[in-house]
Nanobody
Framework: QVQLVESGGGLVQAGGSLRLSCAASGRASSTYAMAWFRQAPGKEREFVAG????????YYADSVKGRFTISRDNAKNTVYLQMNSLKPEDTAVYYCAESAVRYGRVSSASRAYDYWGQGTQVTVSS
């Protein structure tokens, strides 16, 4: 059974940085695209960033482009989200997700992912 465990969330002041990690287990995660989504109170879950199974391609939401960086270490079955220049509007629960299709492409649609972590809270104070 696939398990995704996020860590690294917390409280940070605007302009600060955080690094989220997502450790995967249960199948060959190195052959699946992975992504980060977030959900703020009262809002729908939204795509933040995605990375291909090889790590060679990355994709970002316009709202985080230039501030966030997604990466992966397939030897450790771990995906990271480096978040810099954080803003209060980045406050949300952040989820990592693993694609439903082996060797599939990154998608910004949540339905393309069949495994999700439990989420980690990121709070940015102004």
């Amino acid at each position: 059974q696939v398990q995704l465990v996020e860590s690294g969330g917390g409280l940070v002041q605007a302009g600060g940085s955080l690094r989220l990690s997502c450790a995967a287990s249960g199948r060959a995660s190195s052959t699946y695209a992975m992504a980060w989504f977030r959900q703020a109170p009262g809002k729908e879950r939204e795509f933040v960033a995605g990375i291909s199974y090889s790590g060679g391609s990355t994709y970002y939401a316009d709202s985080v482009k230039g501030r966030f960086t997604i990466s992966r270490d397939n030897a450790k079955n771990t995906v990271y989200l480096q978040m810099n220049s954080l803003k209060p509007e980045d406050t949300a629960v952040y989820y990592c997700a693993e694609s439903a299709v082996r060797y599939g492409r990154v998608s910004s649609a949540s339905r393309a992912y069949d495994y999700w972590g439990q989420g980690t809270q990121v709070t940015v104070s102004s």
